[in-house]
C-alpha cells in the first residue's frame, strides 16, 4: 500500500483511541523514555511491519526499531519478533492500535499459508475474495499475498463477475454475458457463477473466461472439470471453487482439477495471531 494510504488508517484508529487525551499515560513525564519489544506466542507468518512501525512513528518520530522479521516470515512461538524504543507516554498510546494491525494481518498472512500448505504438490492457488472489513481490503489482500496467497478482484472496477443475482435479473447466463460484452475492452475478463452442471455447459458455450464452482459437491466439480476441458469451443477457461471450503476439504477440491480456490474465510472471519507487547 501505498504510504498516505496507511497513514491515514492509522490516524482515523487513533482518533478512535485517544479521542483527546491518555489518561493512564498521564502518569509519565514527557521526557521519559522506554524498551520494548514483541514476542510471539504461537507459531505464524509475520504481516504488517509497516503499520506498526508507522503508528509510533506517528505519534513520535524519535521512535528507533529493530526488525528481526520483516513481512512474509514465519516465526514461532518465543520469537522476538521487533524491538522499538521511544517515549513511554506515546509508546504506550499506540500500543493497541499498532497491535490490532499487526495482529490482524499476520493471522490473515498465517490462516493463509496453513491453507497453501496444505495444497502443496497441486497445481491449485489460494485466493482471497471481496469479503473484507469496510476500509482495510487493501491491507487485508496484501496480508493473503504475504501468506503465498493470490489476490482475486480488488474491486468492481477490476473485472466482470456474473453472480447469481446478475444472472437471475438479466434471465441468463448467456443474456448477461452478451450484454456485459457490449459494455466492456477487450482487456476485461468475465467471470461466471455457476450452480450446476447445466449452468457450467451455459458459460461454456457463451465463452466466459473464468467459470466459477459454487457451492457443489466433489462430483459435481469433477464433472464440470471434465465438461470445461472437453467443451467444443476448444477455449481454456480457468476454473474456480468457492463455498463451504475447510481446512478438511481444501485437498480434495483442488484434487478435482479446478485451478483456483477462493476463501472469504481468509479475511471475514480469520483468527488474529497471538503476538504481545512486553516493555523491558
Known sequence: MLSFEIDA????????????????????????????????KQDGVFCGAQCFTRTFELLDQSTVFNLRKKDGDRFQSGDVLLELETHTAPLLQGERTALNFLQHLSGIATTTARMVELLRGTRCAVTDTRKTLPGLRSLQKYAVACGGGKNHRFGLSDA????????????????????????????VKIEVETR???????????????????????????????????????????????????????????????????????????????????IG
Open 160 to 187: 466482470v463477475m456474473l453472480k447469481d443475482n446478475h444472472i437471475d435479473a438479466c434471465g441468463s447466463i448467456a443474456e448477461a454475458i452478451a450484454a456485459v460484452r457490449r459494455n466492456i475492452g477487450h482487456m
Open 9 to 40: 488508517l492509522i490516524q482515523t484508529a487513533l482518533k478512535e483511541d485517544i479521542p483527546y487525551a491518555d489518561l493512564s499515560s498521564s502518569i509519565f513525564a514527557p521526557e521519559h523514555h522506554s524498551k520494548a519489544y514483541l514476542l510471539a
Open 196 to 278: 450446476t452442471l447445466d449452468e457450467v455447459e451455459q458459460a461454456l458455450d457463451a465463452c466466459a473466461d473464468v467459470i466459477m464452482f459454487d457451492n457443489m459437491s466433489i462430483t459435481q466439480m469433477e464433472r464440470g472439470v471434465a465438461l470445461a476441458r472437453n467443451h467444443k469451443n476448444g477455449i481454456r477457461v480457468v476454473m474456480e471453487a468457492s463455498g463451504d471450503v475447510t481446512d478438511a476439504n481444501i485437498r480434495a477440491i483442488a484434487e478435482t482439477g479446478v485451478d483456483v480456490i477462493s476463501l472469504g474465510m481468509l479475511t471475514h472471519s480469520v483468527r488474529t495471531c497471538n503476538i504481545s507487547m512486553r
